[in-house]
């Protein structure tokens, strides 16, 4: 959602994008995808705008499918539960790929995945 409507992420996609592979569960792009009209109205912007933007980010980052981290499902859920239930797939397809998360969401700090803030990102990919 952020990549789509925020300032800061799209330039970082595109700078590491080469280097670092993006990925993202399908729903979060169906979610983004319903909530594009609400927040460009919101924000006065045309929603042809959001999904633009949406398109640049899925031209960069890999969508992975219900099937592939389902499999994560109660360990994800499990972990997150407490906090966010509805953000398993999200962290189901952390454990997948065994990578961590680049969130702003609070509800996954403590989850056993490492991650990293748009803050400490560049920090992180600029390590050797």
Same mark, same amino acid.
Request: charged letters at 20%; one cysteine or more; hydrophobic letters at 45%.
């Given at each position: 959602?952020?990549? !789509?409507?925020? !300032?800061?992420?799209?330039?970082?996609?595109?700078?590491?994008?080469?280097?670092?592979?993006?990925? =993202?569960?399908?729903?979060?792009?169906?979610?983004?995808?319903?909530?594009?009209?609400?927040?460009?109205?919101?924000?006065?912007? =045309?929603?042809?705008?959001?999904?633009?933007?949406?398109?640049?980010?899925?031209?960069?980052?890999?969508?992975?499918?219900?099937?592939?981290?389902?499999?994560?499902?109660?360990?994800?859920?499990?972990?997150?539960? !407490?906090?966010?239930?509805?953000?398993?797939?999200?962290?189901?397809? =952390?454990?997948?790929?065994?990578?961590?998360?680049?969130?702003?969401?609070?509800?996954?700090?403590?989850?056993?995945? !490492?991650?990293?803030?748009?803050?400490?990102?560049?920090?992180?990919?600029?390590?050797?």
């Amino acid at each position: 959602m952020r990549a !789509a409507l925020g !300032a800061r992420v799209l330039p970082l996609l595109e700078a590491y994008g080469d280097f670092v592979t993006f990925c =993202a569960p399908d729903i979060c792009i169906l979610e983004a995808r319903k909530y594009i009209p609400e927040i460009s109205a919101r924000k006065k912007q =045309a929603p042809s705008i959001g999904f633009a933007l949406l398109d640049q980010v899925l031209g960069i980052v890999e969508r992975i499918d219900s099937i592939s981290y389902s499999t994560y499902r109660e360990t994800a859920f499990r972990r997150i539960s !407490a906090r966010d239930p509805n953000d398993w797939p999200i962290l189901a397809t =952390a454990l997948l790929l065994d990578c961590p998360l680049w969130t702003e969401d609070q509800d996954f700090f403590g989850t056993g995945i !490492a991650t990293w803030t748009t803050n400490n990102f560049e920090i992180y990919l600029s390590q050797p």
